[in-house]
Nanobody
Framework: QVQLVESGGGSVQAGGSLRLSCTVSGDIYSIYSILCMGWFRQAPGKEREGVAGIDTDGSAYYSDSVKGRFTISQDNAKNTLYLQMNIMKPEDTAMYYC????????????????????WGQGTQVTVSS
């Protein structure tokens, strides 16, 4: 089993930056089987939206809504996933979740909820205008 814990959420003004972290823990076999990790977000009254994904080979994928502003990265030595969010907008306000997929790369599936095996509890991000 794998556990995911997000941190780094908070409040920021429009145009500002935040960096989210997601720490991965669990049994070594399950962690090594993870080939894809992603970030999702859900605003009140809206469906969960995939915003970024990254494969273990470093290939990164972004939704159009965040491309050019957000950067996903990973530190394999620390078992940590990051989401650097710059030039933030009020519409970025949401609960942000990290997710992990065992046995498959992200590729075109990075934004599809059903593709992921493990989920964190989320961290709240609020952007004020």
């Amino acid at each position: 089993q794998v556990q995911l814990v997000e941190s780094g959420g908070g409040s920021v003004q429009a145009g500002g930056s935040l960096r989210l972290s997601c720490t991965v823990s669990g049994d070594i076999y399950s962690i090594y089987s993870i080939l894809c990790m992603g970030w999702f977000r859900q605003a009140p009254g809206k469906e969960r939206e995939g915003v970024a994904g990254i494969d273990t080979d470093g290939s990164a994928y972004y939704s159009d809504s965040v491309k050019g502003r957000f950067t996903i990265s990973q530190d394999n030595a620390k078992n940590t996933l990051y989401l650097q969010m710059n030039i933030m907008k009020p519409e970025d306000t949401a609960m942000y979740y990290c997710a992990a997929r065992s046995g498959g790369y992200c590729r075109v599936f990075f934004a599809r909820e059903y593709y992921y095996s493990y989920w964190g509890q989320g961290t709240q991000v609020t952007v004020s205008s």
